[in-house]
Every structure is written in C-alpha cells, then in structure tokens.
C-alpha cells in the first residue's frame, strides 16, 4: 500500500496535468519551429536541477528537432572561469554575449521561480533575460511560483501551477521534462523517430 505522501505526491502531479495552461505549450512550439525555420539557435538556462534538465533538454532539442540548441552549464569550464573572472550575476549574459546572441535566436529559461531582482534571486537568470530583450530575441520558459521575471518579459512562459507549496521544486522541476518532452515530440517540430517508438 502506498504512503499517503505518495499518494499525495501523484495527485498532486495528475492534478498540474489537468490545469497547466496547454496554450502556452504550443506558443513555444510555434516559437521555436519559426526559429528553426529561420536558422535560429536555442539557448537553455538553468540552475540546480534546472541546470540538469537544460542539458538533457538540449540533447532532445538538437537530436529530435533538427534545432541548434546549447546551455551555458553544459561547458563547466568557461562557464566557472566567467564566475570567477566576472561574476554570478553576469555569467549567463556574458555567455550569451560570447554566443553572439541573435534577433532570430530563442532563450529558453528553466527554472522554478523565474528569476527575481528584488530578492536577488537568480540574478544571472535575470541579466541573461534583460540582455535578450534587449537584442529583440524570443523569451520562452517552462518556470514554478508566480513565473518571476521570466513570466514578466517572457513571449511564451508556462508556469507549472502551484499545488502545494512545500512542493514547488519537485512539481517544478518534474513538469520542465513533462512540458519539454511534449514539445520535442510535437508533429510540428519532430523530425527524427526516437529509438524505442522507431523499432
């Protein structure tokens, strides 16, 4: 018989399946297939867990999409040297600005409260996303809480629906791999068969 949290636990996530916003998923899909028909890149930002996902996102993005996509956290090396030698703050943009970040480019933020400067929250995040509006490039993002900066200055942001709030990391950072999953397998942008569904 199963706990009662982990009853809770799948409830809870069955309950975000029911009532996350469905239209901001296929924004991002519209998004990112005029960016790939453009020959624009994809940038994925993430700290934490996020940071793991945008580099397991990238893979998908790059091998199942056909679109060039990259993450400043998957290079460990240039990405601490921009740390040490720049700053936190500035090590996203910086990178960004090291990518020469283009108008037909998209940044893709992953992370569960998008970003705050008020509170000095992932402040890289943050610069990272002034510097993209700043250049006119798309901002989508797949966030928790109330979206932060992200949802403020974003074109396409989901917010994963607040269930419980001793659990927004989890269901946060659990529906970034539902929500991107579905986009890398959408009609519209899917372009290779993954290997089990191939055989």
Known sequence: MSSEFVHRYFSESAKICHVIDLDQIDSMVEILRRARDESGRLFILGVGGSAANAGHAVNDFRKICGIETYAPTDNVAELTARINDEGWDSSFAEWL???????????????VGGGNRERAVSTNIVQALVLTKSI???????????????????????????????????????????????????????????KWESL
Do not use: C, N
Not at 97 to 111: N, P, Q, Y
Not at 150 to 168: C, K, M, N, Q, R
């Open 136 to 194: 006119g490039a798309q901002i989508i993002g797949i966030v928790g809480r109330d979206g932060g900066y992200t949802a403020e200055v974003g074109d396409a942001v989901v917010i994963v629906p607040t269930v419980s709030g001793d659990l927004v990391t989890p269901h946060t950072e659990s529906f970034q791999a539902v929500v991107w999953h579905a986009i890398v397998s959408h009609p519209r942008l899917k372009m290779v068969a993954t």
């Open 97 to 111: 600005r090291g990518s020469r970040l283009a108008e037909k480019d998209v940044v893709m933020v992953f992370s």
